[in-house]
């Protein structure tokens, strides 16, 4: 059976104008998408939609995006689906309080596009690697042969520490925390 090449993403962002031109984005790259404006929709969305990709907005009202990532993480049946934190706020103290959450990756807006494109790849190849099961598919390696850094992984099969980021880098949170 021939891999297909497109994902089933939920996009999640309360922000209606800014989720309409990303879900039009997507589209046009041939992934199915599903919008979302709250936490509620969202996880009531996953089992109907049934997602490969939840892109995460991080400042929602109600039910924050961090919040979101746990209840996906909590429930097993979602172990499969990557969550990709797509945030106003960048730095390493909110890359990690996303990648505590559960989601993989944490793209600062406006999302680089070339970036969260080779992110979407990883997860294809990572889907095409495995069978029906969620088991390994006989691919040992991660099959990107990329020497740019995107995508690529530590050599065990997992993404790099790079590679789970989004890789935006600001002047760090510990620079702006001091004060004179």
Not at 68 to 85: C, G, L, P, T, W
Not at 141 to 151: H, I, L, M, Q
């Amino acid at each position: 059976m021939k891999p297909h090449s497109f994902l089933r993403i939920l996009l999640v962002d309360d922000e209606p104008e800014g989720a309409r031109l990303l879900a039009l984005l997507l589209k046009h790259r041939g992934h199915a998408v599903e919008v979302a404006h709250d936490g509620a929709s969202c996880l009531a969305a996953l089992e109907a939609f049934q997602p490969e990709v939840v892109l995460l907005d991080l400042a929602m009202p109600l039910v924050s995006g961090y919040e979101v990532a746990r209840k996906i993480r909590e429930q097993s049946e979602f172990d499969h689906v990557a969550i990709f934190a797509v945030s106003g706020y960048g730095g390493i103290k909110y890359e990690a309080r996303s990648i505590y959450s559960g989601c993989e990756r944490h793209f600062v807006k406006p999302v680089d596009l070339p970036e969260l494109d080779a992110a979407l790849a990883e997860v294809l190849r990572r889907r095409n690697r495995l069978d029906g099961d969620g088991r390994p598919n006989g691919a040992s390696s991660d099959g990107d042969g990329r020497s740019d850094g995107v995508g690529t992984s530590d050599g065990d099969g997992t993404p790099s520490a790079a590679g789970r980021r989004g890789g935006r880098r600001s002047q760090e949170d510990p620079v702006r925390e001091q004060r004179p």
